[in-house]
């Protein structure tokens, strides 16, 4: 039997009128994932002022309405489901796990756009949801093919938490390892928050391992990578994650981090001109002292831009009416002027190499195939 959802007691001014449109921000603010939350929460506050700036959205002002993410995917789901069928939000977007997205997409779906900015295993079809960031075809087949070629990758073990993102992220990789002459030769899930991995380091070693895919979310991957180094296993294999930003690499410091790779669509030292201007933008909002705003929380400002042309496009906020003009849609942001084929997000993806507490972007990558 189909339960209503809770009752809210929001603030006054969340409640929904003419001239306004609220958006539910949906990111971490506890959990594995906390580390880049406040990230998350400024990235997408600067891009809600400046399309404030600019006039807002159908001539209303854009408002967010923070949602913790990081709780349990039902728990968020009920509350996201909640503020849209009070209408107390028009619109979805925010970065948080695969688990929380397949959780709120069906209670939402087809009632307001729901704009999803992580990176995720790709599949998702559900009428109303949009997605801005990378999928494995596009963003991990060639960091991988790249690897086997330059530095000789033949033998992977994958080390992911145990949810759908790194499992069906796994079930691609091996497909990709053959593609590259080698394989998969090892496999583990842990619990998300797992603190210990001398089991799983103790099978890597074993497995003679020569790369070491990380699925590993937030503070989980920065733990894994001290207990990586502490056990001399980076001077044997290299390491490449797909979630790996710049607050996590502060949070694993210098020093466990040799040899680590990430794929993504952005990275703070890229230095072209959308970058730099989004950099002072954010500099001068929030100060040198401001989280760093890496891949992870930067989508979050990619999420709002994409939610508001969705909506001046197709001049409703009718999900229906927003679809039938998605393929029309296009913004210009960080990662510069991007369009939606087939509502995902087309964008340029790089491979980096850690460097202390900063990124050195290596290559653009070539993605070969259909990017969902």
Known sequence: MNRPPPRLHTPEWFTADDSTLNVALVFPMQGPAGIFGPACGACARL????????????????????????????RVAEHVEALVASGVVQGVTGWHISSVRQAVAPRIAHRVPYVYTALYEGGERTQGVFMTSETPSWQLLPA??????????????????NYVWPRHTARAARGYARESRGRVCGEAYLPLGTEHFEDVLRRIERADADGVLM???????????????????DRRCLRLSTLMDENMLLGSGPEATLDLYSTAGFFASLAD????????????????????????????????????????????????????????????????????????????????????????????????????
């Open 47 to 74: 891009a809600a002022e400046e399309v404030n700036k600019a006039g807002g959205v159908l001539g209303r002002e854009l408002r967010l309405i923070e949602v913790d993410g990081g709780a349990g995917p039902r």
């Open 144 to 161: 991988m093919r790249l690897l086997a070629e330059s530095r000789g990758v033949r033998r992977w073990f994958v080390v992911g938490n």
């Open 215 to 233: 699925l590993l979310v937030g503070s989980d991957a920065v733990r894994f990578n001290r207990a990586f180094a502490a056990s001399g296993l």
């Open 273 to 372: 001109q959308n970058t730099l201007d989004f950099h002072g933008q954010y500099a001068a909002r929030f100060g040198l002292e401001a989280p760093v705003p890496g891949s992870l929380g930067e989508s979050c400002y990619e999420g709002v831009l994409l939610l508001a042309a969705l909506i001046e496009r197709a001049r409703a906020l009718d999900v229906a009416a927003i679809g039938a003009a998605a393929d029309r849609v296009s913004y210009e942001g960080p990662r510069g002027l991007l369009r939606l084929d087939g509502r995902h997000v087309r964008q340029r993806i790089y491979l980096a190499r850690a460097d202390g507490h900063d990124f050195n972007v290596l290559a653009q990558l070539r993605a070969p195939y259909d990017l969902r």
